[in-house]
């Protein structure tokens, strides 16, 4: 008899906001195994934020995980992981996360990862899709490490796949696929043999020219020369990284979470206790 070793993991949120107390609640939380939710913290009144754990250490190839989240109008929240989520070699199958997020009419969703090492032959694939209702606002990141590059290790095989969708009204705002070979990993055009790739976004509030420029000067210096940018899109704001240095791209992406996060919600960013630990 064979008996599967794979996960099939699940996790579900629901968060509203009560008005008369001005602060948001989980108010539904369901998770099955590998993944976990931890208690919300309450650093801010009316933010909850909430960590998402991976009991198992990491993904190998066949697991599936998925992610329901539903935020309820003005509502706010965050969400972030309690370590960096590993992604094994894999003999053949794939290893899929798919996460479907709908986010409420002026409610606020801030989706900050820890960063995802990618072991070198695995094989991962990311589906990512965000509703926006108007008025809405969808602030997330993130940094990928492909192969374990403290151990020398490159990623010269397996898949790496990454589709992040943002719709409003069934119209997209924003669609991004990323598709990496192995084989592709010295590329000029992918990764140019740069061990760390890393996206952040905000969508769902104008952004000025100044605001772009702001952004571009808050890189550290140790960036200069290397791979990033910060682009305007028509109703918020994209940036990337390519290099290699972790925790510098991370110390310039918290950087920008402060720079947007004033204008979204008037108020500078708020560490969340598990990154100190």
Known sequence: MNVSTSWNG????????????NRTILAHSYARAPLKVQRPFYP????????LLHSAGGMVGGDQLSYHIDLAPASRALI????????????????????????????????LPQ?????????????????LAPGATFCAWEIVRLGRSASQETFNQGCWQNTLEVWQQDKP???DRQRLMGKQWNSLQAANSQPILGLFIVIGRPVTTETIEQ???????????????????????VCRYRGSDRAAAQQWFIALWNLMRQQYLDRPACIPRVWQQ
């Open 80 to 111: 972030t992981t309690a370590a960096a989520t590993k992604i094994y070699r894999s003999q053949g199958e794939i290893s899929h996360q798919q996460i479907e997020i709908n986010i409420g009419a002026n409610a606020c969703l801030e989706w």
């Open 215 to 237: 952004a571009r000067a808050l890189a550290p210096k140790s960036l200069q020369g290397l791979e990033y940018g910060a682009t305007a899109l028509k109703n918020g704001i």
């Open 10 to 21: 699940q996790i579900e949120l629901k968060f509203d906001r009560l008005t008369d107390e």
């Open 44 to 51: 801010e009144p009316d933010l909850c934020q909430t960590v």
């Open 173 to 175: 705002l924003w669609i």
């Open 115 to 131: 960063e995802t090492i990618i072991f070198n032959q695995a094989k991962y694939q990311q589906d990512l899709r965000v509703n």
